[in-house]
């Protein structure tokens, strides 16, 4: 069964920073990992999506990679700030049609 | 892409009662999802709703609990059924395919 680590659960930084959010699978039989942002109290925005086959994808300040065999992903944020504050996870989508989230971290960028 | 929305985006309701989520789609799409987000954590999936077919529900959660309609390709309604506060969550749908999935903003229920 997929398992989807997200660490650190929570991460403080002062504006401007910039900063690595880390995402890990157990399984590396995936499909495709994508990145979400949650606002507090709402759904879902989707920043990125790696399919299997990409090491990275890129949105303006977002940069995602993904090391499929070492299960792992990294989501860099550059010149953090303050309304980049909200929750962010990681969710892996498997061959069988089950998507996995992680628990999130939740990000707080002080002005 | 596709835009998704719901309705109500928040309600408080009485242990007991039922309430129904409305989930509308901008465009046709063949599966829609159905996740809760209990406060702190992650989303666990519900169901998956095909057109046309009964839902399928995902260990843990019943038919008799969540029952799901799916009445065409842009919409479909959850119930949360005999609440209690343990059912306070977001209800979250979504739709597309199963790799790539579109989110609606969420509907925040707390029981009381």
């Known amino acids: 069964k997929q398992e989807v680590t997200q660490i650190p659960a929570a991460l403080s930084v002062p504006e401007g920073e910039n900063l690595v959010l880390n995402c890990s699978f157990t399984?590396?039989?995936?499909?495709?990992l994508q990145w979400f942002r949650q606002d507090p109290g709402k759904g879902l925005t989707s920043l990125l999506l790696?399919?299997?086959?990409?090491r990275e994808q890129t949105s303006g300040r977002l940069n995602a990679s993904l090391d499929k065999s070492s299960g792992r992903s990294t989501l860099y944020i550059a010149a953090s700030q303050p309304g980049d504050s909200a929750t962010y996870l990681c969710?892996?989508?498997?061959?069988?049609?089950?998507?996995?989230f992680g628990a999130g971290t939740r990000l707080t960028v002080k002005p | 892409s596709a835009v998704i929305s719901q309705k109500p985006s928040r309600d408080i309701c009485q242990r007991g009662t039922s309430l129904t989520i409305q989930c509308q789609v901008d465009?046709?799409?063949?599966?829609m999802f159905w996740y809760r987000q209990q406060p702190g954590q992650s989303l666990t999936l519900i169901a998956t709703?095909?057109?046309?077919?009964?839902?399928?529900?995902e260990s843990g959660f019943v038919i008799d609990k969540f029952p799901i309609s799916r009445p065409n390709l842009t919409f479909s309604t959850l119930t949360v059924s005999n609440m209690s506060p343990e059912d306070s969550s977001i209800y979250l749908c979504?739709?597309?395919?199963?790799?790539?999935?579109?989110f609606g903003p969420g509907t925040r229920l707390t029981v009381t």
């Open positions: 465009s046709q799409v063949t599966m």
């Open positions: 979504s739709a597309g395919h199963p790799y790539e999935q579109y």
């Open positions: 969710a892996v989508a498997q061959a069988n049609n089950d998507m996995r």
């Open positions: 790696i399919q299997s086959s990409q």
């Open positions: 709703a095909n057109q046309g077919s009964e839902a399928t529900y």
């Open positions: 399984d590396s039989a995936i499909y495709n």
